[in-house]
């Protein structure tokens, strides 16, 4: 099993960047997303990476101020936030799962324990 691992994660001002990081012991070939969740609401996938060709994928709420990529050398992915604001608080879950389809954030198999980011305003 796969076992991801987030790292990044703390405080920052609104309006302030901050740069997540997930690795795992195995390589996590296949589709790499980052999920956000806030208390009451289920997980929602913002982001996602296909180790293969690099291809990304991005919810609405995010494009344009969030920029996942990956360095497959070292098994590491990364979601660059930028312009975070109060709604950008939560924790923030790296997961894979073997296949890509643009759009579907359903079926990740492999998850981390996730990082909490907290954006004051």
């Known amino acids: 099993q796969i076992q991801p691992v987030e790292s990044g994660g703390g405080s920052v001002p609104a309006g302030g960047s901050l740069k997540l990081s997930c690795t795992a012991s195995?390589?996590?070939?296949?589709?790499v997303g980052w999920f956000h969740q806030t208390p009451g609401r289920e997980r929602a996938g913002i982001a996602a990476?296909?180790?293969?060709?690099?291809?990304?994928d991005y919810a609405d709420s995010v494009k344009g101020r969030f920029t996942i990529s990956q360095d497959t050398a070292k098994n590491m992915f990364y979601l660059q936030m930028n312009s975070l604001n109060s709604e950008d608080s939560g924790i923030y879950y790296c997961?894979?799962?073997?296949?890509?389809?643009?759009?579907?954030?359903?079926?990740?198999?492999?998850w981390g324990q996730g990082t909490q980011v907290t954006v004051s305003s």
């Open positions: 997961a894979r799962r073997p296949f890509w389809e643009r759009g579907n954030w359903a079926f990740y198999e492999d």
């Open positions: 195995k390589n996590m070939y296949g589709a």
């Open positions: 990476i296909y180790t293969p060709n690099g291809a990304t």
